[in-house]
C-alpha cells in the first residue's frame, strides 16, 4: 500500500522525446510497471511508492534536482545501463563514502544510481 503523507513526492514528470522507448527501458531496468493511457506513459515504482509519466517535447533539464533510483548491486545497474545503450557521466566513487553512479536516461535526462553501503 503507497505511503501517503504531508510532504512526501508523489509523482515524477520525465522529459523524453520518445516516451514509449523511455518506459520500455525502465521497465527492463528497474522493473517499473508501465502503462499507457490515451498515448501517454505512466510508470509505478517497482515499490509502488512513486508515480510519474514521460513528457515528450520538454527538453531534459540541466542539472539541478537529480533523482536517484535505488539498487540492490549497484555493479549490475551500471552494466544494464550501459548494456541499453545510456552514457555513464558519473562512475560509482564519485560521491566519496557513497555507493553512486549517474547515467543519462534515454530521454538525456541525467538520473541517479543508489546502493546502501554494507556496513
Not at 510519474?52 to 534536482?65: I, N, Q
Not at 562512475?91 to 543508489?114: C, K, M, Q, S, W
Request: proline share 7%; hydrophobic share 35%.
Amino acid at each position: 500500500m503507497t505511503t501517503l503523507r504531508h510532504g512526501k513526492i508523489c509523482h515524477v514528470e520525465l522529459p523524453a522525446d520518445d516516451p514509449e522507448k523511455a518506459a520500455e527501458f525502465y521497465a527492463r531496468v528497474f522493473d517499473w510497471k508501465v502503462r499507457s493511457e490515451h498515448g501517454t506513459y505512466f510508470f509505478e515504482d517497482s515499490t509502488d511508492e512513486v508515480s510519474g509519466h514521460w513528457v515528450p517535447h520538454r527538453e531534459s533539464t540541466p542539472l539541478g534536482v537529480l533523482v536517484y533510483v535505488w539498487v540492490d548491486d549497484i555493479a549490475a545497474a551500471v552494466e544494464r545501463v550501459i548494456a541499453e545503450g545510456c552514457e555513464l557521466v558519473q562512475p560509482v566513487g564519485g560521491d566519496p563514502g557513497e555507493l553512486t553512479a549517474r547515467f543519462r536516461d534515454p530521454g538525456g535526462n541525467i538520473v541517479g544510481l543508489y546502493q546502501e553501503p554494507l556496513s
